[in-house]
């Protein structure tokens, strides 16, 4: 994904969901709210398919990504997999907009309750305030049973939108934004060593995301910064007066890294830092032990975010698995899936290896996390996995 210094990824971007039933308004208040033509707006039920993500600067909330869903009573022949798209929408949801316009709300309610379970806030509009005569009732129903008055809006007219961006703004979490990819690693004038391969992998003439998003947060630490690739660390190590603080670097050259570097210097990698910054390292690390427990009978699956083209030597379809099958035999069974194709049933796994997930907010992960959990299945990452394999995890820094 090409990504500049400066601009905020859409992973990195407060996630905010519109749900509600078919022609309730969702994108007319959308439309309203952002003040684009940003869905289609029309009579026929059903005109929102599969969920729409656009990133957009609002003030007062600032990088947002606004998803306009099908609405959840769809009963039409795609109905089963819209709710599916729209499930997927809600469990990247950050902050939860639920639109009103009727006063049967016993699905608006269990969508309600959906969102409570996963800590997500929420806040309930009456729509269509201009032309229905019983808002005050679907109000008071709605703060009934969630012991809070809902806003009546007006999408049509704009009433009532600027007071949603006020109320949204007092709904995002008071420690939002402020995770740090390199924790409190690292500070100012600290010397970091990035030692990134540009193998076949890497994209021509660009950086991975991990990559630039960490390298931005060093120079905002103020932190003296030094990128090599992995064939030149020992003349970069050799040319500096003094052994970096630490030095992160691809996982997969994990092994190679330990064995050349200072032993100063703390080592870690962009997947074990991300691990932490994007999921739950603690749970990924105990998962790990689950490597020495596979046998040539086990399951294992390989969960990769992105859906790029498979290129030679791909980490999570074949590096890892050539690992895997190295250690516990080539009767080993590993599956693959990519983007958001994560089974609901995962049973049948005995370990699941998550990439870094750079392109998923947190949210996200941490609901995929939460369904491995739950299943009782082990779960780590990349990463950690890789340090695992390699021997060195308990000598590698977490953050």
């Avoid at 090409?2 to 994108?27: C, D, M, Q, W």
């Avoid at 498979?310 to 983007?339: A, C, F, N, Y």
């Amino acid at each position: 994904m090409a990504v500049t210094l400066n601009e905020t990824p859409g992973s990195n971007r407060l996630h905010i969901g519109i749900f509600g039933k078919t022609n309730s308004g969702k994108s007319s208040f959308i439309n309203a709210f952002t003040k684009q033509q940003v869905s289609i707006v029309a009579d026929v039920a059903g005109t929102t398919t599969d969920p729409v993500y656009k990133p957009m600067e609002i003030n007062p909330l600032g990088a947002c990504v606004i998803i306009d869903t099908a609405g959840f009573d769809d009963e039409t022949e795609l109905g089963e997999r819209r709710a599916e798209k729209t499930k997927l929408a809600a469990e990247k949801a950050e902050l939860a907009v639920i639109v009103a316009a009727d006063e049967e709300l016993k699905e608006e309610f269990s969508w309600f309750h959906f969102f409570k379970e996963r800590n997500t806030p929420v806040l309930f509009v009456v729509n269509k305030s201009d032309i229905l005569e019983n808002t005050k009732t679907i109000a008071a129903a709605i703060e009934a049973e969630t012991k809070t008055p809902p806003l009546l809006i007006s999408a049509k007219t704009g009433e009532g939108i600027e007071q949603v961006k006020e109320a949204l703004a007092r709904l995002i979490p008071e420690n939002y934004g402020s995770r740090l990819i390199t924790g409190d690693i690292v500070g100012e004038e600290d010397l970091v060593l990035l030692v990134m391969p540009q193998d076949i992998q890497a994209p021509k003439g660009r950086l991975i995301l991990p990559q630039v998003q960490t390298i931005r947060e060093l120079l905002d630490k103020k932190c003296l910064v030094m990128s090599v690739t992995t064939d030149k660390m020992e003349q970069a190590l050799a040319a500096l007066a003094e052994p970096p603080k630490l030095i992160i670097t691809d996982s997969q050259v994990f092994g190679y890294v330990y064995e050349h570097k200072p032993k100063e210097s703390m080592l870690t990698s962009f997947s074990v830092l991300f691990a932490a910054y994007k999921g739950d390292l603690p749970y990924y690390v105990e998962g790990a032990k689950m490597l020495d427990a596979l046998t040539p009978e086990s399951r294992v699956l390989i969960a990769e975010c992105c859906t790029h083209a498979p290129l030679k030597e791909d980490i999570g379809r074949e590096k890892i698995p050539r690992m895997l099958r190295k250690r516990v035999g080539q009767e080993l069974t590993v599956d693959l899936v990519s983007g958001t194709d994560f089974p609901e049933d995962l049973s049948g796994y005995d370990l699941i290896i998550q990439c870094g997930a750079c392109m998923f907010n947190r949210k996200y992960v941490l609901s995929r996390i939460e369904r491995a959990s739950k299943q009782g299945v082990a779960m780590t990452n990349y990463g950690v996995a890789i340090a695992h394999l390699t021997g060195i995890l308990d000598k590698i820094t977490l953050p």
